[in-house]
């Protein structure tokens, strides 16, 4: 299996979702080939939740990692593969540019796309 799957797996089982019981797990693959993991951790005041995703580009931030080749997003045992929501698409956007993003479930069932494929006009600084 992926390792970067396998850690997004690893991941989502950190995750705290008391409310939605909707665990993910986001593992971001750094050029220099670190491995960079996020959980979604809810809140009860659920618009302070925060998505794998964001977690994982914040926490790689934070530790002076700036350069991504690669975002894996793991969900529920679901058939349908869910995408990153909106706002994650704007900071994984931001963040990692047009990388390689695979979704992909407890079933073993991936996809592989580009972030601009899902995000197809985004906001970015040129714009300002």
Known sequence: ?????????????HAHAPFSHFKVGAALEAFDGRIITGCNIENATLGLSLCAERVAVFKALSEGVRHFRRVVVVTADTETLTPPCGACRQILWEFCGDAELTMANL??????????????????????
């Not at 299996?1 to 089982?13: H, Q």
């Not at 991936?110 to 995000?119: D, H, K, V």
């Open 107 to 128: 079933a073993g069932k991936a996809e592989t796309l580009s972030l601009g494929q899902i995000f197809p006009r985004p906001f970015d600084s040129s714009f300002l």
């Open 1 to 13: 299996m992926d390792p970067l799957i396998t850690a997004a797996l690893e991941a989502r089982e």
